[in-house]
């Protein structure tokens, strides 16, 4: 079993950013695949950036160049730093790990999530 807590959510301006981290508990972190996605209300959840094993990244087209996704083997941990944030980008922001070396699109690939952390960016 993996257990993943996110924090760093939170109300920020349009323009500001904020840092999500994961932290994962359990079996070996460095050999999950890890991937944030988001949901907002009415919408359906979508991957926002993954991070395989040996770190090769992936980000959807609406937060290119705003998103960074990184990973710390030595803390079990994962981290969204999201920068020019947009009131669009309002959502509730989920960690999810797989078992195996590269990411997923679809959530439903992946095996442990955590519980989520709300983003809120006025306007």
């Known amino acids: 079993q993996v257990q993943l807590v996110e924090s760093g959510g939170g109300l920020v301006q349009a323009g500001g950013s904020l840092r999500l981290s994961c932290a994962a508990s359990?079996?070996?972190?460095?050999?999950?695949?890890m991937g944030w996605f988001r949901q907002a209300p009415g919408k359906e959840r979508e991957l926002v950036a993954a991070?395989?094993?040996?770190?090769?990244?992936y980000y959807a087209n609406s937060v290119k160049g705003r998103f960074t996704i990184s990973r710390d083997n030595a803390k079990n941990t994962m981290y969204l730093q999201m920068n020019s944030l947009k009131p669009e980008d309002t959502a509730v922001y989920s960690c999810?790990?797989?078992?195996?070396?590269?990411?997923?699109?679809?959530?439903?690939?992946?095996?442990?999530w955590g519980q989520g952390t709300q983003v809120t960016v006025s306007s």
């Open positions: 999810a790990a797989r078992v195996g070396s590269y990411y997923y699109i679809a959530g439903k690939e992946y095996d442990y």
């Open positions: 359990g079996r070996t972190f460095s050999s999950y695949a």
């Open positions: 991070i395989t094993t040996d770190s090769s990244t």
